[in-house]
């Protein structure tokens, strides 16, 4: 070992360094041959690449040139397209779940969202007035209008209708108590039910599968919550019922309004458990809270629901309490007696909506013998609407849909108003048109003071519809005022609100 490193330096220095020296020199000696050949070649190359590039711009160009042009000649159809499409009035049936404020088309809603146009799915093209085909013209002489319409008033021919807002404390059971009626009423099918079934239990959330015919946003139904107002209609032996399932949850109060401002009547839903019904009904529940505002807002007829009462194993004394509660706040909120009735309920299990024949009824049969709540909601009586006054049509919603155009919702306060008539938007100087008028269940020529409907409308550029804007006749506005009374009602303030002190909104 000692020896062997001095030979292999030896060897390196004598054998290895020569022969690479040699090896550089002969590399260095090519390069210089080599090098006029070299310049001329990176010349040519340079002139291809110049050429080449040159021609790979212009075709580039040309190409980009063309896609642009494409993609001009694709918008422009597809605006065609669209005017096309909303112009022509969508008269098909709309069946199936609820109406949300939020469903298919982006409905409004009075929460923070409330005239955010941003989120009506307009693009700049939107923008633009739609005034597409010729707007329909007005086809019904008045008189015919009004006669028909007192007539459905009185019942004749047909049921009356009203509009029943449904509130309560969050998680009472109301969008199940609602699911479930329309199950027991045959509104909705098995295949609907197992479907629900299955997908809410799929998310863990089983228990709130008959309050997804109602909560039919993914918020709603992955928070198990309502959290807008969803409408469907039902029968009841003498009546049409509008319902308006309102969210009970204290964030969508201003969504709670919305419904109770389009609402004839009330169902007061309570949770009977012990606990839960006392944090309902205290000081800051939405059970009282819910009664001052729907009495506030002209509701006079209310029915109260005692939900839940499997989980009190049916006990009679538990109802009789809670009826006696709550009786004597309703005569102080404003409501009469003999506007107010009370009907013990079953929501998950269906027992006394519709019937009380189920097995686990039995219980309950052992005391009661009274109404069931769809007997109780057929003892509703509409309140007399004002027929031959000026159309007063305040908006609750608006939306926009890719296929019908501008819509707005809400109830035709007083008066009535047909297909082709002219409206105007107040306040602002703007008019709208209507093109067709919608319910949840049909396409109408004409609509009274009363109705809950859809009215989709042209020849208006939707930034001027706004909720809580009001459409009346061009000839028969409302009036300006400078002044005005309002009632306000204040909900547990923190200091003393007196007279001059300023107030932010
Ligand atoms: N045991 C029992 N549970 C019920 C009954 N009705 C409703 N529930 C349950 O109560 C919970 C709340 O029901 P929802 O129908 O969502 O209540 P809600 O009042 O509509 O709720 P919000 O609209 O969000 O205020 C769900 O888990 C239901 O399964 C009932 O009759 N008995």
């Not at 096309?84 to 949300?100: E, I, N």
């Not at 609407?385 to 608006?398: Q, W």
Request: charge should be positive; aromatic fraction near 6%.
């Amino acid at each position: 070992m000692l020896f062997s490193m001095p030979v292999a330096a030896l060897r390196w220095h004598i054998v290895l360094l020569p022969q690479r020296l040699i090896f550089q020199l002969r590399r260095l000696l090519s390069h210089l041959l080599a090098l006029p050949f070299h310049l001329a070649h990176r010349t040519l190359v340079w002139r291809f690449c110049q050429c080449t590039d040159l021609w790979i711009a212009t075709i580039y160009l040309a190409a980009k040139e063309r896609e642009k042009a494409q993609k001009l000649a694709q918008q422009k159809k597809a605006a065609e397209a669209s005017s096309r499409l909303s112009s022509g009035a969508s008269t098909s049936k709309k069946g199936g779940s609820a109406k949300k404020s939020g469903s298919a088309a982006p409905v409004r809603s009075m929460d923070t969202r409330a005239l955010d146009l941003s989120a009506l799915n307009l693009n700049p093209q939107d923008a633009a007035p739609v005034v597409d085909e010729l707007p329909p013209k007005m086809t019904i002489a008045r008189e015919k209008i009004l006669e028909e319409a007192a007539k459905a008033l009185e019942g004749k021919g047909q049921k009356k209708t009203v509009s029943l807002v449904v509130i309560g404390h969050v998680d009472a059971g109301k969008s199940t108590l609602m699911g479930r009626l329309m199950y027991e009423l045959g509104k909705m099918d098995e295949r609907k039910r197992i479907a629900n079934e299955r997908a809410s239990g799929k998310i863990g959330k089983s228990s709130f599968s008959w309050a997804w015919e109602f909560d039919g946003t993914t918020e709603e139904r992955e928070r198990g919550i309502t959290m807008d107002v969803a409408t469907q209609t039902m029968m009841t032996p003498n009546k049409q019922i509008t319902i308006l399932d309102a969210p009970g949850h204290k964030d969508f109060i201003p969504n709670m309004i919305s419904g109770a401002s389009q609402a004839d009547c009330a169902l007061l839903v309570v949770d009977s458990a012990v606990g839960e019904f006392e944090a309902g009904f205290q000081r800051g529940g939405q059970t009282r809270e819910h009664l001052v505002l729907v009495r506030s807002l002209g509701v006079a007829q209310v029915v109260v629901a005692v939900n839940k009462l499997d989980q009190v194993n049916w006990n009679q004394t538990r109802y009789e309490e809670i009826c006696n509660l709550l009786k004597p706040f309703l005569v102080q909120t404003g409501f009469q007696p003999m506007k107010t009735s009370f009907v013990p309920v079953g929501a998950m299990t269906g027992i006394n909506l519709v019937k009380r024949d189920q097995e686990e009824a039995a219980p309950l049969e052992a005391w009661y013998n009274g109404p069931t709540l769809v007997d109780q909601l057929d003892r509703l009586e509409p309140p007399s609407r004002d027929l031959t006054a000026p159309v007063r049509f305040p908006i609750s919603n608006v939306y926009k849909s890719q296929s019908s155009g501008t819509a707005v919702t809400g109830r035709v306060c007083s008066g009535v108003l047909q297909v082709g008539e002219k409206l105007r938007i107040l306040p602002g100087d703007e008019t709208a048109i209507i093109k067709s008028i919608q319910t949840e269940a049909e396409s109408l020529q004409w609509a009274a003071a009363g109705s809950n409907v859809t009215l989709y409308l042209t020849a208006i550029d939707p930034v001027h519809l706004n909720i809580g804007s009001v459409l009346c006749p061009i000839n028969d506005i409302i009036p300006l005022a400078t002044t005005f009374t309002a009632r306000v009602i204040i909900f547990d303030i923190q200091v003393p609100i007196t007279a001059g002190a300023s107030v932010s909104p």
